[in-house]
């Protein structure tokens, strides 16, 4: 895993399925039904670069979290949680 990565993992109906590397997420909604929950912390521009390769995320929302995670916003991190819930599109 990535440096700044504190866990990431597929779950189905509440239940941990497989942890998943952040380079296999989109590999990972195709051939499992449920989630992924990322867990970050301090991560670095290019992880969240490859977040946002991965989730299909518009650049405004890495740069508010990237921005978050730099102390310069507090409310970046809620918007960008809510949008990493679903499948890619």
């Keep these: 895993m990535m440096t700044g990565v504190v866990n990431c993992a597929v779950y189905t109906d509440g239940r941990r399925m497989a ?28 992880l969240l670069r490859e977040v946002q390769r991965q989730f299909e995320l518009h650049d405004l929302a890495v740069e508010d979290a990237h921005l978050a995670t730099s102390g310069r916003s507090s409310s970046a991190t809620a918007r960008v949680s809510s949008s ?3 499948p890619p599109r």
């Design 19 to 46: 942890d998943v590397d952040i380079s296999d997420i989109q590999d990972a909604l195709r051939h499992q039904e449920g989630f992924i929950w990322i867990g970050l912390h301090e991560p670095e521009e290019e």
């Design 84 to 86: 990493c819930c679903g």
